[in-house]
């Protein structure tokens, strides 16, 4: 963790503030039920305000200060990027990638989309098939056809993509004209009920570069458990574990996280979704100097839930998305490639380029 993050996580006078953010988005994404889970209470303010941090006893950051450190725009892509570490997949990365194929084996990363699929707070997966058949008989063959119609988050529920879009800070209380992304954009410069005006996944290019996957089931010899967080040390272990020197990774790569949490996903979804292990701020800045392009795990939020810090909610998505634009990868299936012992291959995901989205559904691949 830089020196500057370090010093705003820590603060007395933010924790209050972030606590405060933290119940009330918990409680206004599921109706209460996981700031029940997590055992948050509303503060009566917020119940009355409904979601949205509550200001009245916000610490204003220091000027060029935020609740998350220094101001990170403009972004190392220019004030106008839209694409994140995306940008990272040059055609030299593609032909660097490639050549991770060695015997034409693919593995499938996602998981089959289903109601049944545990989703975070109140979203919805709800298909039907109008008719039966939808359409037809047409013409002298006789043709028929099904539809599907399909009402979700759907850039938000199962195997999905975060994207630039999805989570930001509101750096001073309420203020809407200072709640910002990726490339310090605002609500008013992106938000709209219709599909981001900016920031939408549309604009992330295809992710077709070198995976490398961190097994920490194989390190503690165990499934890891809630609230459990994956350290430096822990990388470096899996690392030497599986032959793979820590300089190996290179601007633009993938990293994965199989924690084993993912063996609850359709068996116990009460207990996948309470939280899960995974990625603390410090594992964070460590894939942040790397420069990856994304960060996936087999959880629903990738990092560690509730975070140690218990004044924090989510901190490394924002580390992750908002300032660095490295997108996350949620809800993946690592077991197959952890019991083939696959350390490094290569991973594509073309996120879909649903305009104005906050992210991508996909079946992503890994190759080898
Ligand atoms: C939130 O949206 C808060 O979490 P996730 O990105 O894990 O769905």
């Keep these: 963790m830089s020196d500057q993050n370090k010093t705003v996580y820590d603060a007395d006078e933010q924790?209050?503030?972030?606590?405060?953010?933290?119940?009330?988005?918990?409680?206004?994404?599921?109706?209460?039920?996981?700031?029940?889970l997590f055992g948050l209470a509303p503060a009566p303010a917020q119940a009355a305000s409904g979601i949205g941090f509550v200001g009245t006893a916000q610490a204003q950051?220091?000027?060029g200060a935020t609740p998350v450190g220094a101001a990170w725009w403009p972004s190392r892509w220019g004030a106008d990027d839209q694409a994140g570490a995306s940008n990272w997949i040059t055609p030299e990365k593609v032909l660097d990638a490639i050549k991770l194929v060695r015997t034409g084996k693919i593995y499938e990363m996602g998981r089959i989309y289903e109601s049944s699929m545990p989703k975070f707070g109140e979203r919805a997966f709800t298909l039907r098939i109008p008719g039966g058949p939808t359409g037809g008989p047409l013409g002298n063959n006789r043709v028929i056809w099904h539809d599907e119609f399909l009402a979700t988050e759907i850039g938000q529920v199962g195997t999905q993509m975060d994207g630039l879009g999805h989570i930001g800070v509101a750096v001073k209380g309420e203020d809407r004209a200072e709640m910002r992304f990726y490339n310090g954009m605002t609500v008013a410069d992106i938000s709209n009920a219709y599909g981001l005006k900016k920031l939408g996944i549309e604009h992330v290019k295809p992710i077709f570069t070198r995976g490398l996957l961190i097994d920490m089931v194989a390190v503690k010899g165990r499934n890891m458990n809630i609230g459990e967080e994956i350290t430096v040390a822990d990388i470096e272990a899996?690392?030497?574990?599986q032959n793979v020197a820590a300089d190996a990774l290179k601007p633009g790569d993938a990293i994965f996280f199989n924690?084993?949490?993912?063996?609850?996903?359709?068996?116990?979804?009460?207990?996948?979704?309470?939280?899960e292990p995974g990625v603390g701020l410090a594992a964070g800045q460590w894939?942040?100097?790397?420069?990856?392009?994304?960060?996936?795990?087999?959880?629903?939020?990738?990092?560690?839930?509730?975070n140690p810090n218990s004044n924090l909610a989510f901190p490394v998505h924002q580390e992750f998305l908002t300032k660095n634009g490295i997108f996350i990868h949620e809800n993946l299936d690592l077991a197959p490639l952890a019991a083939d012992s696959v350390w490094q291959f290569l991973y594509v995901m073309t996120p879909i380029r649903i305009k104005g989205g906050t992210g991508s559904p996909g079946r992503p691949i890994a190759i080898v």
Excluded: Y
């Excluded at 894939?287 to 990092?303: F, H, M, N, R, S």
């Design 259 to 275: 924690t084993g949490w993912g063996s609850l996903w359709n068996k116990d979804n009460v207990e996948f979704g309470k939280g």
């Design 287 to 306: 894939c942040i100097e790397k420069q990856v392009c994304l960060v996936g795990a087999d959880t629903w939020a990738v990092e560690v839930v509730p």
């Design 61 to 63: 950051p220091a000027a």
């Design 238 to 241: 899996a690392l030497r574990r």
């Design 15 to 36: 924790s209050h503030d972030i606590d405060a953010g933290r119940r009330a988005v918990m409680t206004a994404a599921a109706g209460g039920a996981l700031g029940a």
